[in-house]
Nanobody, 126 residues
Framework: QIQLVESGGGSVQAGDSLRVSCVAS????????MGWFRQASGKEREFVAA???????IYYADSVKARFTISRATANTVSLQMNSLKPEDTAVYYC????????????????????WGQGTQVTVWS
C-alpha cells in the first residue's frame, strides 16, 4: 500500500508564498498520478492541482490558476508552490495518488483517488 507523507505548510499573511511537498513510499507498482486537494473547515474536500506520471498532463482548479504550480521532481515526489496566497486558500492540504487506465491519466475528483496523506494545514491571514 502506498503511503504519502506531506511536509511544509504553515501560517502566512495574504500575498505571501508557501510550498508543500509530498513523498510516496511503499510497494508501488505502476504509473500513478499525484495531486493536491484541500478542505476548509466545514466544507467538502476540493480539487487543487494534479499531475500525471510523465508530467505531460497538469490540471489546476480555476481558483488557483496562475498562482499555484504543481511539480513532480521524481516519480514519487510532488510539490505545490503557492504564491499570492489569499485568506480563502486557508485549508488542510492533502496529497493524493491514484492509478488510471494509462500513464497519461490524471484525476480531478476525490473519488478517483484511493490513497491520501494525513494533510498539512495552510493558514493565510488577511
Amino acid at each position: 500500500q502506498i503511503q504519502l507523507v506531506e511536509s511544509g505548510g504553515g501560517s502566512v499573511q495574504a500575498g505571501d508564498s508557501l510550498r508543500v511537498s509530498c513523498v510516496a513510499s511503499g510497494p508501488i507498482f505502476g504509473r500513478y498520478a499525484m495531486g493536491w486537494f484541500r478542505q476548509a473547515s466545514g466544507k467538502e474536500r476540493e480539487f487543487v492541482a494534479a499531475i500525471n506520471w510523465d508530467r505531460s498532463n497538469i490540471y489546476y482548479a480555476d481558483s488557483v490558476k496562475a498562482r499555484f504550480t504543481i511539480s513532480r521532481a521524481t516519480a514519487n515526489t510532488v510539490s505545490l508552490q503557492m504564491n499570492s496566497l489569499k485568506p480563502e486558500d486557508t485549508a488542510v492540504y492533502y496529497c493524493t495518488a491514484g492509478f488510471g487506465p494509462t500513464s497519461s491519466w490524471v484525476g480531478t475528483h476525490t473519488s478517483q483517488y484511493s490513497t491520501w496523506g494525513q494533510g498539512t494545514q495552510v493558514t493565510v491571514w488577511s
